[in-house]
């Protein structure tokens, strides 16, 4: 059995995306976490997106599955990825697309190279952050001042949703946690019934953060589309940074505008088509 994908990165959050038929099924965990294993299937991803026909107005629906091939609500670069795709089949409505994804409708805007027709980068309706514990959700009374000691070390942090859960934690310095061994930890902590993903960031000035990010069933990414959504939220909710903000992740940059719903606005890169062996 073979599976046809399409490779995109945004800022370096690589997805695997695939056209899925209208009588056909989108794939299952098991073929997620095959495609996406980067020590078996020859490259590997950080999550398998199927392109799927709309159920309602939209112009297509999206599934995520994250590399561990559990079901995701959301990817800011995922659907930006998918989008490409979507604008290469014909889906879009002129420089708009809009997806139907299991946090909602996301409307994107699109730049198109207006010589080659091939999608540059995406402008996204992200919606707007929630700071309720329900619908995180989290089990404390608040989403604030969330804290656990590892190793002698405090990490302190607020709970937000941007379709999916993610606890934002104020760091000196990024670069100096050790994401690889408290991501896991932090990412299954018994307060998040549905687990999160975890930011650890810093701010650099009024319009800039710099953020690393472990997600909920992959692990340490270069990006993270929600997850840049969501600590620049948290630091506008505590008056840290203004209402336009620039998130520098590994992989790059992405930019978040702030109001009554966050954009967020980023690149896509095509690497190819490929066939992989099931």
């Known amino acids: 059995m073979k599976l046809a994908v399409s490779r995109l990165h945004g800022t370096h959050n690589d997805f695997l995306v695939t056209v899925v038929a209208p009588d056909a099924a989108a794939p299952d965990a098991d073929t997620a976490r095959r495609v996406c294993d980067r020590a078996h299937s020859g490259g590997g991803a950080d999550g398998l997106i199927a392109l799927l026909p709309a159920t309602n107005d939209a112009d297509c629906a999206m599934e995520l599955r994250n590399a561990d091939g559990e079901l995701a609500e959301m990817s800011g670069n995922g659907i930006r990825c998918l989008a490409w795709v979507a604008v290469r089949a014909g889906l879009a409505r002129g420089n708009q697309l809009v997806v139907e994804t299991a946090a909602g409708l996301r409307t994107l805007t699109l730049t198109i190279d207006p010589t ?163």
């Open 116 to 278: 080659s027709g091939e999608m540059l980068r995406a402008s996204v309706d992200m919606g707007p952050a929630a700071f309720s514990p329900a619908a995180v959700p989290v089990t404390s009374d608040s989403v604030d001042n969330l804290a656990v000691d590892i190793d002698g070390v405090t990490y302190e942090g607020t709970a937000c949703s941007m379709g999916n859960p993610h606890w934002a934690i104020l760091v000196t310095d990024p670069k100096a946690v050790a994401v690889a061994q408290i991501g896991p930890v932090l990412e299954c902590d018994q307060r998040f019934p549905d687990r999160t993903n975890v930011e650890f960031y810093r701010v650099i000035d009024r319009s800039t953060l710099d953020m690393r990010v472990w997600e909920r069933g992959v692990g340490e990414t270069q990006s993270c589309g929600t997850g840049a959504c969501a600590v620049a939220a948290v630091a506008h909710r505590a008056g840290l940074v203004d209402s336009g903000v620039q998130v520098r992740v590994l992989g790059g940059e992405l930019s978040v505008e702030l109001g009554s719903t966050i954009l967020l606005g980023g690149p896509v890169v095509f690497m190819g088509d490929e066939t992989i062996e099931l």
